[in-house]
């Protein structure tokens, strides 16, 4: 009988198939293009330059908005005397579009404007922390270059995420405003620095949830792509999830082709939350249609959080007739999950190494995600693969996590409007 490793290994989805040396050099050499031009990592600019725990300002309220794969939340935020943050007030919503129903332009800023409404006599200006890929201005706003996460808005497109949520906020308050708007990874790097004024050589955002992303500080003097910057450090949104380095195999080809828009997101659609359990259902239907099960199966749609379940023995709506079956099923969902930390520490290891300016301090790697904090093994797996791909490079790193950190890092992020 085929091993799951066999099996695996036949269809291009095994975790030794991810070549670490290839894919750092891959990785490496596409962001250089992308600080640069054209590349499959966008690269973004933020914009946001020079952003320590000093521009801090105490006893200042901003309305905080998170737009992310799955809900849309809003707060209220500041920091208190001793410059610690303080979210209150929080509420959570469906994310407009991501029901499966397309809205306009008009519907899709109505719905954000309809759930901020509330928190319009609390404070002035916002922090809105938006986790799709846009292409920033020098104003700290930024037009919607795509929708990953199947969100279906395509009117919304090419808009600009901050104009449009003040100008539907005018609806219901005349007042002058001003916003910042920032990715979830740059979010969730500036709420890791905003807890921590701990010494680190370079720091990362790392979102491992729906989607996954990264993003780090750059010298403005590499990114060649913008002319005029003035010199200092400033946050590059990498959008690596589109990445297409990583060699892909018969059930990462299978799911992407599923999706709505099959030729980008490549990196994400072989490892995020959104599309995993995909890649181990197709898995499970492959190993099935090919007789790698020796009784009867049963199968059945599920999400990742039921993988997690049934690796901890728990229920799982697959049914799976013989002791041998239910273990080559766990071992497939292990596997697959250990090559999806291998990637995304694969990713997080090349940008460390990339902007580590000081090895005897260590890479701060601030990360969040209900993916990295739940998915059976995953955290302990990437971990592993960080220790391996750093320590042969003489590179440390220390996780950093924290509540809120997308409310904090958009409180953060606003602490640069003037």
Partial sequence: KMTVKEFLNSHGQGVEQVDVKACLSAFAAEAK???GGVSSIPMIPTY???VDRSLIKTGVKRILIDAGGTNFRAAVGYFDDLGEARIE???????PASDGKALCKEAFYGAIAENVREYLPAARDVGFCFSYQVEMDKDVDGKIVMFSKEIKAPEVIGTRVGFETLKALKRYDSKARRIVVLNDTVATLLGGMAYSDKKYSAYLGYIYGTGTNVCYIENTANITKVKGLPSGEMIINTECGNFEGFVRGDFDNACIARTAVPDKQIFE?????????DIIAEAFFVAKAENRFSGEV???PFELKDVSSFLEGGSFPCKFDTPCDLQFAKDICTCLIERA???GAVVNSALAILSCKDKS????IVAEGTTFNKLTNYKTLFKSYLDSILGERGVSYEIIQGGELNFVGALMASMTLS
């Fill in 341 to 343: 930390a291998k990637m």
């Fill in 89 to 95: 007030n929080v509420t959570k919503t469906v994310m």
């Fill in 298 to 300: 049963i199968l059945a």
């Fill in 269 to 277: 659609k072989m490892t995020s939350g959104k599309y995993l359990a």
């Fill in 361 to 364: 301090l260590p890479v701060a």
């Fill in 48 to 50: 946001l330059m020079n």
């Fill in 33 to 35: 293009k992308g600080l």
